[in-house]
């Protein structure tokens, strides 16, 4: 078109250039039509403001600029081509949907950039064929090559236009090619062959990303020769490639690959370095060399044993002195300061090498050391950072271990001590304290046994001993944990999950199901990949025993790649008494690998001697929504089920449409001694006239057509037919069922008032089929029979289905039946419920929602938080106030949970503060100071004594005036500990607390605190 409005640049002119392309993403189509019209008059003048807006947030403002620069043809098409190559994001598809407005002109240009050397350019291209499907064949035949283009972001681009434009591939090389470069791992598994091929191809790739996706794809395959491609890759000039490679291998468990991991151990990337340390304990591998074990120990962080080699360990550390990672050369050089005198002569070796490198890297590891040394000389010298990267139980165990030293604690006396401050009675302590002492391994793990008898006086002591460096010791000391159900010991256990002993694991993983800590559940899970198998039992039935709370956790592990942590993760689900364990594991019924889908009907077998009712109504659901492989594995759980209602479920399975399931239902039928009766649909005797026995018996044909033809005619006879429509549902299989309640549908009120009917008064599945119809319905009638069989239906079943149902209605009529369903004793219709009120979209269910919070099922509290994020502001707002008025620290910290996924940002520092108790993050809540003293004072009253204690040392650690009151307060705790530390805290604040102290004497009119506070007095004026 002609370029016009050449010369008429004004202000005035510019300004209105600018209205218009605003208007361009205005919400009235009138206005952006109008704008559009105009700017595409205006011509010239427009195109720089138009093309500013192809970057612009707005996805209707981007749309209408380049549908506007797409009018001016090949004027802007120079500047469209660079912009499609070298700009954002957001340019860039703009810029392409103004481009493909030029069509065949286009196309010419962009086979032109097609073949440029510029990757920027051919992968504007790919972007921009997208949007010229209609041209067909040239279209297709240009992205056919940027498909097969070296560059990964081309031939990515390439695929997903291909994918916009309906393409298929013709062959099996075709569907691996797209797929690969789409890096889709599921459809490109079902090519493995090619696929190898592909990442063959791409060993000699120049584009690291397209090595790195051909690793990632290669590990998803299921075929012999993928760890021989994968090897190849270990040897990539890339370190990023090599850390894939050597990430995806450590998955697959074959001994043979020891040899390749032992050897990246020296890889210069810390990345493979790392994953290969991972990868290599997973086989228990032990370093056979000094050398070996130096590498080891250096990836590993286990410091202690580090120093403990000292020359030995000299060569690896100053090779690390030369590691491309500055965080690793500050490793290394803390390492040998710490050595000492070898440390630092082989720093001055270093000094004198050959090699410019080295010289360079030891002169810099002397800066860090005389920098150190001179802050230490001084007085100054803060405590070591944490340059040990992610902190591990060996350090731990080494600062612990310092503080240990410091008082003396392997000696007698101090073990005294600490069972004195426990309060653990002298003749007992005396006794016990000579045994802790004792250089015999036995004879130490043998007093703890004693020690745990003194109950939770033991506890402190039990910590000290999981730094024993006997093993037997440590394992003593994590069951008595376990068996005293010390909370306090839980982080402690977390850690030593991961320690290289397998007993230690075992132990620790009981003792944590003992303890039933929440938060040791990722811990627990992760120990479901350990190659001991006793550890993997042992971390099932710990998280079995924690309930229904591990369920969100164990769904999440239920998609591991790995076969054994999805069948253990199916065991342990096996043994959580919750309906909503019998949907998970019916859900693994669908798993690719024969084996989990074995092991997933076991589980619900297994579920069947305790959950057999709600097994049942999950049977009843599969048989109207379940699809094949699920309806074969309820079967085979089933198969030795003597239970009457077990075989009423198979026989209705034996009606199935699906031609495997009711053979295999008629063969367990005829198996258990019963000639199956598998026949097609009977009509009861006439009771309404030939014509509708003629309909109804066509509705229940396996003849598409004469289904068809049946729904024509029902809506030919009127009102007489809904009756026996309704009646027929009781007998007809599932699909026969819905197909008549969309019927039903369709006749209106006198239809919808028999649905209601037979939602009170009709058989189960007949009660679910009316259950999900009147959902469908906007009508009082409906709603209101919904809302009665949230009070009335015994079936949760139907209860959940009915609760669903109102969620999808979205009218407020719903609200009271849906409050009153969040107390259901079963937890699917809570989550139904719950689910619900969140689509009802109204500020009156936020509160029912956060009083809900109470519940213990994780699952529960996840679907409020989901349900709270879609009622917005006003939802936030109610949930701070809560946070500050809540007495429970389980709902507290749900709120705080909620609040996290809400985004919610704290108004004041009290929000803070209360925000970081509901979490309890102590540490953080001392750095607040002064204003956390109050919100503190409130967690003294809290039921858990750990949660009092934790709250009081916090306390005593901000200290001020402000922290004296609550610590007279805490004088008269139940539990002695957390007076003892009261008492202390007293003590230290010294004079400052004396006037409080004796006006507590003074005026109080408990004896008791009376007497606690006069001998703080004692103790203060002493």
């Known amino acids: ?80 081509l660079k912009l499609v190559a070298a700009g954002k994001e957001n340019t860039r598809d703009g810029a392409a949907r103004a481009i493909a407005q030029s069509g065949e002109t286009a196309l010419n240009e ?194 202690i044993d580090l120093l403990q080699m000292k020359e030995g360990a000299v060569p690896v550390l100053v090779k690390n002195l030369c590691d491309e990672n500055p965080v690793i050369r500050l490793r290394a050089t803390e390492v040998l300061r710490s050595m000492g005198k070898p440390g630092y002569l082989a720093i001055k070796n270093a000094l004198k090498s050959d090699d410019e490198n080295i010289r360079k890297r030891a002169a810099e590891a002397v800066a860090i050391i005389n920098k150190k040394d001179s802050a230490s000389n001084s007085g100054k010298e803060e405590p070591l950072p944490e340059f040990f990267g992610k902190y591990s139980i060996e350090e731990e165990i080494k600062k612990h271990k310092s503080q240990i030293n410091a008082s003396g604690i392997k000696s007698r006396d101090s073990w005294l001590k600490i069972l004195l401050n426990n309060e653990i009675e002298l003749s007992k302590a005396e006794k016990i304290s000579g045994a802790l002492s004792n250089e015999n391994e036995m004879v130490r793990a043998a007093a703890i046994e004693n020690l745990r008898q003194s109950g939770i006086s033991a506890i402190e002591p039990l910590l000290y001993l999981l730094i024993d460096k006997k093993d037997n010791v440590k394992i003593a000391a994590i069951e008595s944990l376990g068996d005293l159900k010390a909370r306090r010991a839980a982080p402690y256990l977390i850690k030593l999950c991961g320690n290289e002993n397998r007993f230690v694991r075992m132990a620790c993983a009981e003792s944590l199901g003992k303890i039933k800590e929440i938060k040791a559940i990722d811990a627990l899970t992760g120990l479901f990949s350990d190659p001991d198998e006793s550890v993997r039992t042992t971390a099932s039935a710990s998280v079995s025993s924690i309930g ?78 379940g699809n094949e492989l699920e309806k074969l594995g309820i079967l085979s759980a089933l198969a030795d089920v003597e239970d009457l209602r077990a075989k009423e479920i198979i026989t209705a399975f034996a ?57 024509e005619k029902v809506f030919s006879m009127g009102d ?68 009665g069989a949230m009070y009335e239906e015994k079936d949760p079943v139907i209860r959940m289905t009915a609760a669903e149902s109102l969620g999808f209605a979205g009218d407020d009529m719903a609200f009271d039946a849906l409050v009153y369903a969040i107390k259901d004793e079963d937890s699917r219709v809570r989550i139904a419920a719950i689910r619900s009120l969140g689509y009802l979209n109204s500020k009156k269910a936020i509160k029912p929602l956060i009083n809900a919070l109470e519940d213990e099922d994780l699952s529960i509290i996840n679907q409020i938080t989901d349900s709270l994020k879609s009622l917005g502001e006003d939802a936030i707002r109610e949930l701070s106030d809560a946070l500050h008025s809540c007495k429970s620290g389980k709902i507290r910290y749900n709120i705080a949970e909620a609040l996290d996924k809400l985004s919610w940002v704290p108004e004041t520092e009290t929000d803070i503060v209360y925000y970081l108790m509901a979490k309890e993050n102590w540490e953080e809540i001392r750095k607040t100071g002064e204003v956390a003293v109050g919100p503190l004072e409130e967690l003294l009253s809290d039921n858990d004594y750990e949660i009092r204690l934790a709250a009081l040392e916090t306390i005593i650690d901000i200290g001020g005036e402000k922290a004296i009151m609550p610590m007279i307060k805490a004088l008269m705790d139940p539990n002695s500990a957390v007076r003892k530390k009261s008492e202390a805290g007293l003590v230290k604040a010294g004079k400052d607390a004396l006037p409080y102290l004796e006006r507590t004497v003074a005026e109080s009119d408990n004896p008791n605190l009376k007497t606690f506070a006069m001998k703080a007095i004692v103790k203060i004026t002493a």
């Open 110 to 303: 962009l086979k032109k950039a097609a073949t440029d050397k510029d990757y920027r350019r051919r992968r504007g291209a790919a972007l921009t064929l997208a949007y010229l499907g209609y041209l067909g064949e040239p279209t297709k035949n240009v992205l056919l090559a940027l498909l097969r283009d070296s560059n990964e972001k081309v031939s990515f681009e390439a695929a997903k236009s291909l994918k916009t434009i309906n393409w298929e591939p013709e062959n099996r090389l075709q569907s691996a090619v797209f797929y690969y470069s789409l890096a889709d791992p599921v459809n490109s598994a079902k090519y493995p062959k090619e696929i190898i091929t592909l990442a063959i191809r791409d060993l000699k790739n120049p584009d690291e990303n397209r090595r790195k996706k051909a690793v990632d794809l290669l590990s998803k395959l299921k075929s012999d020769s993928v760890k021989d491609v994968m090897l190849k890759y270990l040897d990539d000039s890339c370190g990023e490639v090599r850390y894939t490679a050597v990430k995806r291998l450590s998955g697959i468990y074959d001994t043979e690959l020891i040899t390749y991991f032992s050897k990246c151990l020296k890889d210069t990337h810390s990345g493979v370095r790392l994953e290969s340390a991972w990868a290599l304990d997973k086989y228990g591998w032990k370093p056979e060399n000094s050398e070996d074990k130096a590498e080891y120990y250096f990836i590993k962080e286990k410091w």
């Open 1 to 80: 078109m002609a370029i016009i409005n050449n010369n008429k640049k004004t202000d005035n002119n510019s300004q209105k250039i600018e209205n218009l392309i605003d208007s361009l993403g205005s919400k009235d189509w009138k206005k952006r039509e109008d704008a559009a019209i105009e700017l595409t008059t205006l011509g010239r003048p427009a195109i720089i403001g138009l093309l500013k807006a192809l970057n612009s947030d707005n996805t209707m403002l981007r749309s209408g600029a380049a549908e506007v620069l797409g009018t001016y043809g090949e004027v802007a098409l120079p500047t469209l």
């Open 548 to 625: 229904s709370d591990a369920l969100p956790k164990l769904k999440n592990t239920l998609d591991d790649s790995d076969m054994t942590v999805r069948m253990t993760a199916i065991g342990t689900i096996a043994g959580i008494n919750d309906p909503i364990a019998i949907s998970y594991a019916v859900r693994m019924l669908n798993d690719y690998e024969f084996d989990v889908r074995e092991c997933a009907s076991k589980a619900i077998k297994n579920m069947s001697n305790t959950m057999f009712n709600p097994l049942m109504d999950e049977c009843r659901r599969i048989i109207v929504q």
């Open 720 to 787: 007489e037919i809904i009756e026996p429509l309704i009646e027929s549902m009781e007998k007809s299989n599932p699909e026969v069922q819905n197909l008549t309640a969309e019927i039903l549908i369709g006749l209106g009120d006198p239809a919808i008032d028999g649905l209601v009917k037979h939602l009170s008064s009709g058989s189960s599945s007949t009660k679910l089929i009316c259950a999900q119809s009147l959902g469908k319905i906007q009508n009082e009638k409906a709603y209101a029979a919904l809302s």
């Open 655 to 711: 009606s199935d449409r699906n031609q495997k399931v009711s053979q295999r239902a008629a063969e367990m039928i005829k198996e258990a001694g019963k000639r199956p009766e598998i026949k097609t649909e009977i009509i009861p005797e006439l009771k309404y006239g030939s014509k509708i026995d003629e309909i109804i018996s066509g509705l229940r044909s396996t003849d598409t057509q004469v289904q068809v033809s049946a729904s």
